[in-house]
């Protein structure tokens, strides 16, 4: 048993850095700020500042525009709004897919090292699944990396989004900078490749007690 455990320091590693990664893609997914609008217009938009997320816009406004809303106004994205960019919805999808490739990532390191350290001497068990679970982690990783790219591209190009009238948003910002949400997704990509990597490079030990099965 301490043998076999003995190999799968750099899959514990893989399995802690996997899981942090994890949750820094949930933060990333739900956290508006992924493009920081500078507007010069402050009659609706009051600190002349919008968060332009994948999921909502928000701003901070002192008139009463809506309903229940005096000082943030937020209003989500619908599948009918075809003037949203590409990169936009292209991010909601490929950040879903990525948590729940993560979450699966996850179980099958955590299935593999209970088997490690639990002394259960089944090579072809333990290796594929510490296959798998770097398989998972680089596809999560994969699927943050394009839209945390593709909107980072947007941002730097300062590219417009043609909003329609009820976001009360302008179309072309003054300036734009990366929000807070696309370096905590550049964060949980590198975590998440990191520990496909470790969990890759898993090898049974030729002298464990492999009498079960190999």
């Known amino acids: 048993m301490s043998s076999l455990a003995s190999t799968s320091h750099l899959q514990l590693a893989a399995f802690a850095l996997g899981t942090v990664g994890w949750i820094l893609c949930t933060i990333s997914m739900g956290t508006v700020e992924w493009r920081v609008w500078h507007v010069d217009n402050t009659t609706i938009i ?3 500042i919008a968060w332009v997320g994948i999921w909502k816009v928000c701003f ?3 008139l009463h525009i809506s309903p229940g809303y005096k000082e943030q106004f937020c209003h989500k994205f619908s599948g009918y709004d075809f003037s949203i960019p590409y990169e936009i919805y292209a991010a909601q999808g490929l950040l879903l897919i990525a948590v729940f490739m993560g979450l699966l990532g996850l179980t099958a390191t955590i299935f593999a090292l209970r088997n490690v350290y639990m002394g259960i001497s089944h090579k072809t068990l333990i290796t594929r699944f510490f296959l798998v679970g770097g398989f998972l982690y680089v596809v999560a990783g994969l699927c943050i990396l394009i839209p945390v790219g593709w909107n980072f591209y947007s941002v730097m190009q300062n590219q417009s989004i043609a909003f329609p ?3 009360y948003m302008p179309s072309s910002p003054a300036a734009q900078e990366a929000g ?4 905590i997704g550049i964060v949980a990509v590198i975590l998440l490749l990191l520990s496909g990597t470790f969990s890759f490079s ?3 030990p030729v002298t464990a ?3 079960m099965k190999s």
């Open 60 to 62: 901070i406004s002192y």
């Open 165 to 167: 009238p009820s976001y």
């Open 180 to 183: 807070a949400a696309i370096p």
């Open 46 to 48: 009051s600190s002349g």
């Open 202 to 204: 898993y090898r049974f």
């Open 209 to 211: 007690d492999t009498a």
